[in-house]
């Protein structure tokens, strides 16, 4: 391992490297994930194994809407009367009254749907729907019902004849069928079913629970869904979901059927007022319109008419007439007189008007004026040839006036028939005027009186129209809702889902032991690894000592295992470190660490064995005289370091021991604990033993007490030519780094340099410590059998 790796590229790679330890942090514990999941696998196996399973049921229907594409509207007695006709269907009022719980409560009371029948078996219970043997009738007393809680009852088969019955676990006794049983909760009666015949041969268990229906028709209503399935149509879907797939059908064939019949004994009810009250108006009607036309009737008898308006247009034409024949006799009179005038004033030859009088005044008159003229033309024409003594004109003189006598007569006896006829017009005149002067106000009154006939006719007949149409109604009541689909249950369960619980497993699984692992690292406040070391310490790494895989506690030349090659990594980064220092002398290297128990023996044992294979001279001191550890490792002289320093006269080379095994390998005791070891270790004497030392061998590898915990460490720290700090993985706490980073930075520990030791190798080769072990001679550890199977 190179511990002298360019930081640029270090820095590069960094992120990588993050990404990838936290990979590694999880993949090292594969085995947890494999037995999580299978166990959350497993898990999920026997519960759907052991779940009740949850099937869904539908049903589509059409319900009536007169503002959508739904069924026509039957026919609405009063629907044209405005305020008198009811509203309109609409879908959102349809489908809150399917969910209503009244509807509900009458579908679960028409089921029976509050009593449940439940056969146990040895691990799972089976509901009995429509398959029980008995049929359970329960009426509870007022303090159960108060309670409102479900009540379990035990039926057990004695005999065809024969139950035994028990409650809360305690036997009430053994009953006949078909009987009352009157207990201290209320009253029973268990009766046998169609299906019974099958079990007459069978014992049979079932317990009987019993549930108030409020409560059963609130887990219904619960349950119920109901949605449009367009906002253009009015095509309404029901489903539910529930444990028996029967049961669920006959819950929404029945709701639906119970909402139809809802809804025709409504519209029926509402027709049936309808019908009441048209008969009621009509009788009414019949009343007022018989008083109406009796009113006509009267006002006719007593104006003397019998249709007005006719009466009235031939009294106009008449007083026309009258009008017509008043002139008309006025002006025959004035004519008259006229003539009478010139009659009188006339000479006998003078020829009398005839064309005055009209054709139908006075034929007489007429006729004896036309003589006349004709008498006076013929006198005046003798008289032209003759003289008026002549007898002819004489005698036409007395013709003339004989006849001018009887015209004068017949024009007085005109005058006096049209002074009679005058009169008789001026009375019918003022009749007229009188009769005139009513017809506005005759008129008036009879269109009041004709248009309250009119109203009364027209209503009367509308209501004989609406009560035959109400009878239609009633005789042909339609359905609100038109069942398209009728209920039907799905055969693959809604719940529970085989795929997603057994993914649901997989993921918890999956997760368990990622969050126990990420969980732990986070409360984990020990070294892991290297990526710790160098993420809080600046100090140079030798490198990384994985855990030991075999149990020798010095290595041999013939060592392959993964500590052996990382402590000979550590040796051959150290032999870098010392390049510079003169080879003289011996190279003097103190092991330490922060507390005991991480490893600095034996890191200085191994490493101290490691550089004698190599052919170097070795010695190694024990310097941990407080808590000396060297004799657990190596068979050395019990005396040593402190009895040297103690005792005058001595040689320290009567305390170093040569190790049989090990051509180049010394070791010096570190001897009897002594009570004052810090004033024992800054004494000059042990001092000038290193210079003695340094000259009899090539590397002096010696073991001190950890700088943590004591200063024999520092006190000694000049006689070094570096320091080997030791931290142990999963041991030292985390905030404990700052005490060699203080030693580093404060210079207190020469030439100091760390190694991470007790590391955990990762798996194909991740991780430090690859490639440790690897060559010809390494050992492999012969594992059980069992242990082989998550080998790879």
Same mark, same amino acid.
């Given at each position: 391992?190179?511990?002298?790796?360019?930081?640029?590229?270090?820095?590069?790679?960094?992120?990588?490297?993050?990404?990838?330890?936290?990979?590694?942090?999880?993949?090292?514990?594969?085995?947890?994930?494999?037995?999580?999941?299978?166990?959350?696998?497993?898990?999920?196996?026997?519960?759907?194994?052991?779940?009740?399973?949850?099937?869904? +049921?539908?049903?589509?229907?059409?319900?009536?809407?007169?503002?959508?594409?739904?069924?026509?509207?039957?026919?609405?007695?009063?629907?044209?009367?405005?305020?008198?006709?009811?509203?309109?269907?609409?879908?959102?009022?349809?489908?809150?009254?399917?969910?209503?719980?009244?509807?509900?409560?009458?579908?679960?009371?028409?089921?029976?749907?509050?009593?449940?029948?439940?056969?146990?078996?040895? =691990?799972?219970?089976?509901?009995?729907? !429509?398959?029980?043997?008995?049929?359970?009738?329960?009426?509870?007393?007022?303090?159960?019902?108060?309670?409102?809680?479900?009540?379990?009852?035990?039926?057990?088969?004695?005999?065809?004849?024969?139950? /035994?019955?028990?409650?809360?676990?305690?036997?009430?006794? =053994?009953?006949?069928?078909? !009987?009352?049983?009157?207990?201290?909760?209320?009253?029973?009666?268990?009766?046998?079913?169609?299906?019974?015949?099958?079990?007459?041969?069978?014992?049979?268990? #079932?317990?009987?629970?019993? &549930?108030?229906?409020?409560?059963?028709?609130?887990?219904?209503?619960?349950?119920?869904?109901?949605?449009?399935?367009?906002?253009?149509? &009015?095509?309404?879907?029901?489903?539910?979901?529930?444990?028996?797939?029967?049961?669920?059908? $006959?819950?929404?064939?029945?709701?639906?059927?119970?909402?139809?019949?809802?809804?025709?004994?409504?519209?029926?009810?509402?027709?049936?007022?309808?019908? *009441?009250?048209?008969?009621?108006?009509?009788?009414?009607?019949?009343?007022?319109?018989?008083?109406?036309?009796?009113?006509?009737?009267?006002?006719?008898?007593?104006?003397?008419?019998?249709?007005?308006?006719?009466?009235?247009?031939?009294?106009?034409?008449?007083?026309?007439?009258?009008? /017509?024949?008043?002139?008309?006799?006025?002006?025959?009179?004035?004519?008259?007189?006229?003539?009478?005038?010139?009659?009188? &004033?006339?000479?006998? $030859?003078?020829?009398?008007?005839?064309?005055?009088?009209?054709?139908?005044?006075?034929?007489?008159?007429?006729?004896?004026?036309?003589?006349?003229?004709?008498?006076?033309?013929?006198?005046?024409?003798?008289?032209?040839?003759?003289?008026?003594?002549?007898?002819?004109?004489?005698?036409? $003189? %007395?013709?003339?006036?004989?006849?001018? +006598?009887?015209?004068?007569?017949?024009?007085?006896?005109?005058?006096?028939?049209?002074?009679? %006829?005058?009169?008789?017009?001026?009375?019918?005149?003022?009749?007229?005027?009188?009769?005139?002067?009513?017809?506005?106000?005759?008129?008036?009154?009879?269109? #009041?009186? *004709?248009?309250?006939?009119?109203?009364?006719?027209?209503?009367?007949?509308?209501?004989?129209?609406?009560?035959?149409?109400?009878?239609?109604?009633?005789?042909?009541?339609?359905?609100?809702?038109?069942? #398209?689909?009728?209920?039907?249950?799905?055969?693959?369960?809604?719940?529970?889902?085989?795929?997603?619980?057994?993914?649901?497993?997989?993921?918890?699984?999956?997760?368990?032991?990622?969050?126990?692992?990420?969980?732990?690292?986070?409360?984990?406040?020990?070294?892991?690894?290297?990526?710790?070391?160098?993420?809080?310490?600046?100090?140079?790494?030798?490198?990384?000592?994985?855990?030991?895989?075999?149990?020798?506690?010095?290595?041999?030349?013939?060592?392959?295992?993964?500590?052996?090659?990382?402590?000979?990594?550590?040796? !051959?980064?150290?032999?870098?470190?010392?390049?510079?220092?003169?080879?003289?002398?011996?190279?003097?290297?103190?092991?330490?660490?922060?507390?005991?128990?991480?490893?600095?023996?034996?890191?200085?044992?191994?490493?101290?064995?490691?550089?004698?294979?190599?052919?170097?001279?070795?010695?190694?001191?024990?310097?941990?005289?407080?808590?000396?550890?060297?004799?657990?490792?190596?068979?050395?002289?019990?005396?040593?370091? !402190?009895?040297?320093?103690?005792?005058?006269?001595?040689?320290?080379?009567?305390?170093?021991? /040569?190790?049989?095994?090990?051509?180049?390998?010394?070791?010096?005791?570190?001897?009897?604990?002594?009570?004052?070891?810090?004033?024992?270790?800054?004494?000059?004497?042990?001092?000038?033993?290193?210079?003695?030392?340094?000259?009899?061998?090539?590397?002096?590898?010696? *073991?001190?007490?950890?700088?943590?915990?004591?200063?024999?460490?520092?006190?000694?720290?000049?006689?070094?030519?570096?320091? #080997?700090?030791?931290?142990?993985?999963?041991?030292?706490?985390?905030?404990?780094?700052?005490?060699?980073?203080?030693?580093?930075?404060?210079?207190?520990?020469?030439?100091?340099?760390?190694?991470?030791?007790?590391?955990?190798?990762? %798996?194909?080769?991740?991780?430090?410590?690859?490639?440790?072990?690897?060559?010809?001679?390494?050992?492999?550890?012969?594992?059980?059998?069992?242990?082989?199977?998550?080998?790879?």
């Amino acid at each position: 391992m190179n511990t002298y790796t360019d930081s640029s590229s270090q820095e590069n790679q960094e992120s990588d490297f993050n990404i990838r330890e936290q990979v590694e942090k999880y993949l090292i514990h594969w085995k947890w994930f494999a037995v999580a999941v299978f166990a959350t696998l497993l898990l999920a196996f026997l519960y759907l194994r052991y779940a009740t399973p949850l099937y869904s +049921a539908s049903t589509t229907i059409l319900v009536k809407d007169d503002k959508k594409g739904g069924l026509s509207t039957e026919l609405s007695a009063l629907s044209d009367l405005g305020g008198l006709g009811g509203a309109e269907s609409n879908v959102d009022n349809e489908i809150e009254i399917l969910k209503s719980r009244t509807l509900v409560e009458n579908t679960v009371e028409k089921l029976k749907l509050n009593v449940a029948y439940v056969m146990q078996g040895r =691990v799972k219970s089976a509901e009995l729907y !429509t398959a029980s043997p008995i049929d359970f009738i329960y009426l509870p007393n007022k303090e159960i019902v108060e309670n409102n809680n479900s009540e379990t009852f035990t039926v057990t088969s004695v005999s065809a004849a024969t139950f /035994k019955l028990a409650y809360l676990e305690k036997e009430l006794g =053994v009953f006949k069928y078909n !009987t009352i049983i009157d207990t201290k909760v209320g009253k029973i009666s268990v009766t046998k079913t169609i299906f019974a015949a099958e079990k007459d041969n069978q014992e049979f268990e #079932i317990d009987c629970i019993y &549930s108030p229906v409020a409560k059963i028709t609130a887990a219904f209503k619960n349950k119920l869904v109901v949605s449009s399935l367009s906002k253009t149509s &009015s095509v309404v879907e029901l489903s539910i979901v529930d444990a028996v797939p029967a049961r669920a059908e $006959d819950f929404l064939n029945t709701l639906v059927a119970l909402y139809n019949q809802n809804a025709i004994e409504d519209k029926n009810l509402v027709a049936e007022k309808t019908s *009441d009250f048209i008969s009621q108006r009509l009788e009414f009607i019949t009343n007022e319109l018989t008083d109406v036309e009796k009113d006509v009737e009267g006002f006719k008898n007593q104006n003397s008419l019998t249709d007005i308006e006719s009466e009235t247009k031939l009294f106009l034409e008449n007083a026309s007439d009258y009008e /017509k024949q008043k002139i008309e006799t006025e002006i025959q009179m004035n004519v008259v007189a006229s003539m009478v005038q010139f009659l009188n &004033s006339s000479k006998p $030859d003078d020829l009398i008007p005839t064309n005055l009088l009209s054709s139908g005044a006075n034929s007489e008159a007429g006729s004896l004026i036309g003589e006349y003229n004709k008498m006076v033309i013929e006198r005046n024409r003798i008289a032209a040839g003759a003289t008026l003594e002549n007898p002819v004109v004489q005698n036409a $003189d %007395k013709r003339i006036n004989a006849l001018k +006598a009887n015209i004068a007569q017949s024009l007085s006896r005109m005058q006096s028939s049209l002074s009679i %006829k005058k009169r008789n017009l001026d009375r019918e005149g003022a009749a007229i005027g009188g009769r005139k002067s009513q017809v506005p106000r005759l008129e008036r009154e009879f269109r #009041i009186i *004709d248009r309250q006939q009119k109203v009364k006719e027209a209503l009367y007949l509308y209501l004989l129209q609406k009560r035959e149409e109400t009878a239609l109604t009633l005789a042909a009541t339609e359905q609100s809702a038109k069942v #398209i689909d009728s209920g039907l249950s799905s055969d693959i369960p809604v719940s529970p889902k085989k795929m997603i619980v057994y993914l649901g497993a997989l993921m918890a699984g999956l997760l368990i032991p990622f969050a126990l692992i990420y969980v732990a690292d986070l409360l984990n406040t020990k070294i892991k690894n290297r990526g710790d070391v160098e993420k809080r310490l600046n100090i140079p790494f030798l490198g990384d000592v994985p855990r030991s895989e075999s149990h020798e506690e010095l290595i041999s030349m013939n060592s392959r295992s993964s500590s052996a090659e990382a402590i000979r990594m550590v040796r !051959t980064n150290l032999e870098f470190m010392l390049s510079s220092t003169s080879e003289d002398k011996a190279k003097t290297i103190f092991v330490t660490s922060t507390i005991p128990g991480e490893g600095k023996t034996f890191l200085a044992v191994n490493l101290a064995g490691t550089i004698a294979l190599s052919g170097k001279r070795v010695l190694l001191i024990g310097m941990d005289i407080r808590n000396p550890k060297l004799s657990e490792y190596l068979p050395i002289n019990p005396q040593g370091l !402190t009895n040297y320093l103690t005792k005058s006269g001595t040689k320290i080379t009567d305390f170093i021991t /040569k190790l049989d095994k090990y051509e180049h390998f010394s070791v010096l005791a570190s001897g009897a604990i002594p009570p004052n070891p810090a004033e024992l270790l800054m004494s000059q004497k042990l001092t000038g033993m290193f210079e003695d030392l340094k000259s009899q061998f090539d590397y002096i590898i010696v *073991d001190t007490a950890p700088v943590g915990v004591v200063t024999d460490t520092v006190i000694t720290a000049q006689n070094a030519d570096a320091f #080997i700090y030791v931290v142990r993985a999963n041991y030292l706490d985390k905030r404990m780094l700052r005490i060699p980073e203080m030693f580093y930075k404060d210079k207190k520990l020469p030439n100091m340099s760390l190694v991470l030791n007790d590391t955990k190798i990762m %798996k194909k080769g991740y991780g430090y410590g690859y490639g440790y072990g690897y060559g010809y001679g390494a050992e492999e550890e012969v594992l059980p059998w069992y242990k082989t199977l998550f080998k790879k």
